[in-house]
């Protein structure tokens, strides 16, 4: 850079100048001085980097303990599903109503998307009711014109969410059946465990950061020692 440039022709005259005066103490002394400046810029680098993990060190606990908090809900609801599946149950909240089995909450589900598809303009996201803890949602992207430039009705979507885990279930056959799309919903959540697995692993590498970051912090900064040297040189 042009900074960069005008520091090495200053150092560059300096030298000369101090070479100039016939005295070597001068030109040592100008060396000394040159190389604390060095060591001095690198002590400046890491003190920012140190600066920098301080920070992160201030945020990365809270992170983990809202991650885990979150995951462990996360379980909570996988564990119901598996549970309700295991004995043949099956329970699903939708408005005020709840629902038994899925070929009643599937006649539930599909007359409301039905009611979106039917819709003359989008309907966004409308909260629907719960599943053993998931929330669940439908919209409908509103009507679209197809390739033949024919009006057709839009898609009706429902999602899945708990936490930061969401899946999205989309109705798009002509005569779907009740039951099947109200199992679609239990096989969703049944692939939560994968999910809480990996996010599990995701923590455990952000705790091992954490130890890792603050062994960092307990390291002296670099040429401490030959820099105080120095320093009692001149």
Do not use: C
């Not at 030298?15 to 060095?38: C, D, F, R, W, Y």
């Not at 980097?49 to 462990?72: C, H, M, W, Y």
């Not at 705790?207 to 030959?226: G, S």
């Amino acid at each position: 850079t042009m900074e960069d440039l005008g520091d090495a022709r200053l150092n560059s005259f300096a030298e000369a100048t101090a070479a100039a005066s016939g005295n070597p103490l001068v030109l040592a002394k100008h060396q000394v001085e040159m190389e604390i400046a060095n060591l001095e810029a690198v002590r400046g680098q890491a003190q920012h980097t140190q600066f920098d993990i301080r920070r992160e060190l201030g945020r990365l606990p809270s992170r983990v303990a809202n991650k885990t908090a979150q995951i462990d809900q996360l379980g909570v609801i996988s564990r119901a599903a598996q549970a309700a599946q295991d004995a043949g149950t099956f329970t699903m909240q939708l408005g005020r109503t709840t629902y038994a089995t899925p070929e009643e909450a599937g006649i539930k589900l599909l007359d409301v998307a039905a009611q979106m598809a039917a819709s003359p303009v989008e309907t966004p996201s409308t909260p629907l009711g719960t599943y053993y803890g998931a929330t669940i949602t439908a919209s409908n992207n509103g009507p679209r014109k197809n390739a033949a430039g024919v009006v057709v009705p839009g898609i009706s979507r429902f999602a899945l969410s708990a936490q930061e885990w969401a899946t999205w279930i989309d109705i798009t056959a002509q005569n779907p059946e009740p039951a099947t799309t109200a199992q679609r919903f239990t096989q969703r959540l049944l692939t939560l465990p994968n999910y809480v697995a990996s996010a599990r692993q995701e923590i455990a590498q952000e705790e091992k950061r954490l130890v890792d970051l603050q062994a960092t912090l307990e390291h002296p900064l670099p040429h401490t020692e030959e820099l105080a040297a120095l320093q009692q040189r001149y």
